[in-house]
C-alpha cells in the first residue's frame, strides 16, 4: 500500500508553500517532512519538487501528481465525515472562497448564522477577487458569480443575477444613449475583472470586447466611477439596482441582456458525499430561494 504519511506531507509542501509550513501544519519537523517527500520521490522514481535553497517549484509530473493526491485525500476526508455524521452532530472545518463584495455585504452573514445553528463547525472563508484553484487551494466550497467554464467540479445554482449595462445621468447628457451593440465602440467602457462583456443577440450568447480608459477589480470601485460619470459599465444587480430605483443610474440595452446568468455553489467532485458540505449548501440555498438577503 502507497505510503499516506508522504503524500500527505507532499501535498501539504505545495499547499502550505514550504517545507516548514508544512511541518508546522502537521505538528513535525521540516527535517522530518524533507524525508517524507524524499522517500515517496524515491519510491517513484521520479522528482516531484525541484528544491533551491530557499525554495521549490513543481516539477510536471509533480504537477499532475499533486493534483491526483488532492482528490484522494478529499475522498478520504469525505468518506469520514460521512461515517461520522451517523454518530453526531456535524464538525469539522468548512473552507469556503468567494468574491469579496458578494462575500462581505451576503455570505459571511448567512454563513455566521450556520455556525451559530451548528457551532462544532469551524469556518475559514477567503475573500478574493482572484480565481482560486478549489482542489489544488484545498477549497470545499466557492461561490461564484455570472457563467460557469466547462470544468470537472460540481455546481448548484444558488439564486439568480442580472446584469446591468449602465451610466450615469451626467454621462447621458453628455453622449448619445447607445442603441445597438455596435453603438458602444463609441463610448468610454468602464472594465472591472473581465475585458469582454456578455449578452445575448438573436437568443446566442454573444461576447464583445470593449475598450476605455478606466480598469480595476473592484466592483465598489467600478460603481464610483460609473456614478461620477466617466462613462458606461456592466454591473451586477447588487450593485447598481439601488441607484438605478433613485434615477441615479440609467440602465441600457436591456434587449440584450444576458439570461442564463446566475450565482453558483461549486465543490470538487471529491467533496460530494461529505455531510456538512451538503447541510452549508442546502441551509445556503434555503437562505437565497427567495432572491438576495438584502
Given at each position: 500500500?502507497?505510503?499516506?504519511?508522504?503524500?500527505?506531507?507532499?501535498?501539504?509542501?505545495?499547499?502550505?508553500?514550504s517545507?516548514?509550513?508544512?511541518?508546522?501544519?502537521?505538528?513535525?519537523s521540516?527535517?522530518?517532512?524533507?524525508?517524507?517527500?524524499?522517500?515517496?520521490e524515491?519510491?517513484l522514481?521520479?522528482?516531484?519538487l525541484?528544491?533551491?535553497?530557499?525554495?521549490?517549484?513543481?516539477?510536471?509530473?509533480?504537477e499532475?501528481?499533486?493534483?491526483?493526491?488532492?482528490?484522494l485525500?478529499?475522498?478520504?476526508?469525505?468518506?469520514?465525515?460521512?461515517?461520522?455524521?451517523?454518530?453526531a452532530?456535524?464538525?469539522?472545518t468548512?473552507?469556503?472562497?468567494?468574491?469579496?463584495?458578494?462575500?462581505?455585504?451576503?455570505?459571511?452573514?448567512?454563513?455566521?448564522?450556520?455556525?451559530?445553528?451548528?457551532?462544532?463547525?469551524?469556518?475559514?472563508?477567503h475573500l478574493?477577487?482572484?480565481?482560486?484553484?478549489l482542489?489544488?487551494?484545498?477549497?470545499?466550497?466557492?461561490?461564484?458569480?455570472?457563467?460557469?467554464?466547462?470544468?470537472?467540479?460540481?455546481a448548484?445554482r444558488?439564486?439568480d443575477?442580472?446584469?446591468?449595462l449602465?451610466?450615469?445621468?451626467?454621462?447621458?447628457?453628455?453622449?448619445?444613449?447607445?442603441?445597438t451593440?455596435?453603438?458602444?465602440?463609441?463610448h468610454?467602457?468602464?472594465?472591472?475583472?473581465?475585458?469582454?462583456w456578455?449578452?445575448?443577440?438573436?437568443?446566442?450568447?454573444?461576447e464583445l470586447?470593449?475598450?476605455?480608459?478606466?480598469?480595476s477589480?473592484?466592483?465598489?470601485?467600478?460603481?464610483?466611477?460609473?456614478?461620477?460619470?466617466?462613462g458606461i459599465?456592466?454591473?451586477?444587480?447588487?450593485?447598481v439596482?439601488?441607484?438605478?430605483?433613485?434615477g441615479?443610474?440609467?440602465?441600457m440595452?436591456?434587449?440584450?441582456?444576458?439570461?442564463?446568468?446566475?450565482?453558483?455553489?461549486?465543490?470538487?467532485?471529491a467533496?460530494?458525499?461529505?455531510p456538512?458540505?451538503?447541510?452549508?449548501?442546502?441551509?445556503?440555498?434555503?437562505?437565497?430561494?427567495?432572491?438576495?438577503p438584502?
Amino acid at each position: 500500500m502507497r505510503n499516506w504519511d508522504a503524500i500527505e506531507a507532499f501535498v501539504e509542501v505545495v499547499q502550505q508553500g514550504s517545507f516548514s509550513a508544512a511541518a508546522q501544519k502537521l505538528k513535525v519537523s521540516p527535517s522530518h517532512i524533507s524525508r517524507l517527500v524524499s522517500r515517496l520521490e524515491a519510491e517513484l522514481s521520479t522528482p516531484l519538487l525541484y528544491r533551491t535553497t530557499r525554495k521549490f517549484r513543481l516539477s510536471e509530473a509533480g504537477e499532475h501528481y499533486f493534483q491526483h493526491c488532492c482528490e484522494l485525500l478529499q475522498g478520504f476526508t469525505a468518506a469520514e465525515e460521512e461515517l461520522a455524521s451517523f454518530q453526531a452532530e456535524p464538525s469539522g472545518t468548512l473552507r469556503v472562497t468567494c468574491a469579496t463584495t458578494f462575500g462581505e455585504r451576503f455570505l459571511a452573514p448567512q454563513l455566521n448564522d450556520f455556525m451559530l445553528r451548528y457551532p462544532k463547525v469551524s469556518l475559514d472563508l477567503h475573500l478574493t477577487n482572484r480565481q482560486t484553484d478549489l482542489i489544488s487551494e484545498g477549497y470545499d466550497l466557492a461561490v461564484r458569480m455570472g457563467t460557469l467554464k466547462d470544468s470537472s467540479l460540481l455546481a448548484r445554482r444558488l439564486c439568480d443575477r442580472r446584469e446591468y449595462l449602465c451610466a450615469s445621468t451626467d454621462y447621458l447628457q453628455h453622449h448619445p444613449m447607445p442603441h445597438t451593440l455596435g453603438e458602444l465602440s463609441r463610448h468610454n467602457c468602464l472594465l472591472g475583472s473581465n475585458t469582454v462583456w456578455l449578452f445575448s443577440e438573436h437568443g446566442q450568447r454573444r461576447e464583445l470586447k470593449v475598450n476605455g480608459n478606466w480598469r480595476s477589480n473592484s466592483g465598489p470601485a467600478l460603481l464610483d466611477a460609473v456614478s461620477k460619470g466617466l462613462g458606461i459599465a456592466q454591473l451586477p444587480d447588487y450593485y447598481v439596482e439601488p441607484a438605478l430605483a433613485r434615477g441615479e443610474l440609467i440602465s441600457m440595452l436591456e434587449q440584450y441582456r444576458y439570461p442564463f446568468s446566475g450565482v453558483w455553489l461549486v465543490y470538487p467532485q471529491a467533496r460530494q458525499r461529505s455531510p456538512r458540505l451538503q447541510l452549508l449548501c442546502d441551509f445556503l440555498i434555503e437562505r437565497f430561494k427567495g432572491g438576495l438577503p438584502w
